[in-house]
């Protein structure tokens, strides 16, 4: 998260703003706050996430999006955007224009400095206010390492850490296994 614009605005003032935005920017308390530019670690990062997870899902009722497609919690009336998420099953839709999405089943963020905590934290609150959201994976890109928290039957969340090339994260909730070496392929540490 980065530069908030001071004016309150309402959930269909900020659509109609964002939709027409050169650049991304999401929607907490009424309020914008503009979308960070990425690393180069951070962009090969995704780009690896989302071609093994594309590959492993092809045959699959589950779709990974990456980057540009919104994501609505009602809980907690905030619009975000996440690095990487994937939807089970026909896609639940904020409205007609289709560039929203209001479930999501596995959720990935790239770590930067500015946004850690908030990934962490807040981000991850509003994730989990989603009825269908089960996996969260928060990817280090300073250094390898992959936390992977995943929703149990009684509605608490396990977290398990990855930190070994060899290893890798079993993502159950869409049926898919992503290796550390494939994600920090090319990466720079």
Known sequence: MAFPVSTFLTP??????????????????????????????????????????????????CEPFATDLRLYSLAHQVYTYADILVTCGSQQFLDERRDTVTDATLIIEVLSPSTSNYDRAEKFEYYRSLPSFAEYLLIRQDRIGVEHHTRQADG??????????????????????LSLSRLYARVEL
């Open 12 to 61: 269909d003032e900020y659509l109609a703003i964002e939709r027409e935005a050169p650049h991304r920017s999401e929607y907490i308390g009424g309020r914008m706050f503009a979308m960070a530019g990425a690393t180069a670690n951070h962009a090969r990062i995704v780009r690896n996430a989302l071609t093994s997870l594309d590959a492993a899902l092809v045959d699959s009722p």
């Open 156 to 177: 608490t969340w396990l977290m398990r850490e990855y930190i070994d090339l060899p290893e890798e994260v079993e993502c159950a909730s869409v049926g898919c296994r």
